[in-house]
């Protein structure tokens, strides 16, 4: 898993240390013990979100260095200051800089997941026997990189996910440069083609053509279902689904399950960056 990569790490930290809020000393003797390092923390957040284990034995994992009430306080606080929010922004306008978003074909899609322990935001998975799960539905460019998401239950289609989708692309100012959109058959309907339409999306792709039949004799045959452009998406899924926490995602709370997915992709697009800085020749245009 490259999020535990120690160069991938710690570029993460060196973006995410200036964005935590200075703590306050307010004991009125200044004897108490030394406050955890705030790096500790952040690793044990890490290796849960990798391996999907919970505190105590992400706790144990690295060492017993912080004990897992401090971690899940830390968490509360930097969610307060909207620590995770802010520094899934900077990667992708890091990315956009660097790399530079391609969204002339940009595709949609959704992935639901195990949520064991129910809470906000979970729902029952028709495609796990009714047991309890959630969502994510995700809009990325050309290759893959995240550029807006929802979550909400596994029992909700993905069209009802569709507006909070393009609304989180939107609010990033991305919207208006999408040229295609792809989505599978089960998007195509009028509400989402209505929504289509007022954001100026006009080149839609529901996959229509995907079907097809080929006769031989008195036999048909039917012919492979190609994704077209659609496979980005899956694939940027299927990274995804490599971070245990989300695979099977035991929190409780819908702004627990944000911040992980958010550092998720913060991962990602960090671990992009590197190749590509690794990758880059002076006689060879970079390659993807």
């Keep these: 898993m490259r999020a535990l990569d120690p160069e991938v790490f710690d570029a993460v930290w060196a973006a995410v240390e200036p964005l935590l809020p200075i703590h306050e000393d307010r004991h009125p003797l200044g004897c108490h013990r030394r406050r955890t390092s705030d790096r500790e923390c952040f690793r044990v957040m890490v290796v849960r979100l990798v391996t999907g284990c919970s505190f105590e034995d992400a706790e144990r994992l690295c060492g017993n260095v912080v004990s897992d009430t401090t971690v899940r306080a830390r968490r509360d606080e930097w969610e307060a200051a909207r620590v995770f929010e802010a520094i899934v922004e900077e990667a992708i306008c890091a990315y956009d800089r660097v790399i530079g978003l391609d969204l002339s074909e940009v ?25 309890l799960g959630w969502k994510w539905s995700l809009v990325a460019d050309r290759w893959g990189i995240p550029i807006g998401w929802a979550t909400d239950g596994a029992n909700r289609h ?15 100012g991305l919207l208006v440069d999408v040229e295609t959109l792809h989505l599978d058959r089960g998007y195509d309907s009028a509400a989402v083609r209505s929504l289509c339409a007022e954001e100026e999306i006009s080149d839609l792709d529901c996959g229509r053509q995907r079907r097809g039949r080929q006769r031989r004799g008195n036999r048909t045959k039917k012919l492979p279902e190609p994704l077209g452009l659609r496979w980005t998406i899956e694939r940027t899924n299927s990274w995804l689904t490599n971070f245990g926490q989300l695979r099977r995602c035991t929190d409780r709370k819908i702004a627990h399950r944000l911040a992980q997915f958010a550092l ?7 671990a992009k960056l590197i190749d590509w800085r690794d990758r880059w020749t002076p006689d060879l245009a970079p390659i993807r």
């Design 158 to 172: 993905d069209v009802v996910l569709f507006p909070a989708t393009i609304a989180a692309a939107k609010s990033r």
């Design 264 to 270: 998720a992709i913060t991962f990602l697009i960090t």
């Design 107 to 131: 595709s949609i899609d959704g992935s639901q997941h195990k949520a064991p322990t129910g809470g906000e935001g979970t729902g029952r998975n028709g495609a796990d026997r009714g047991k």
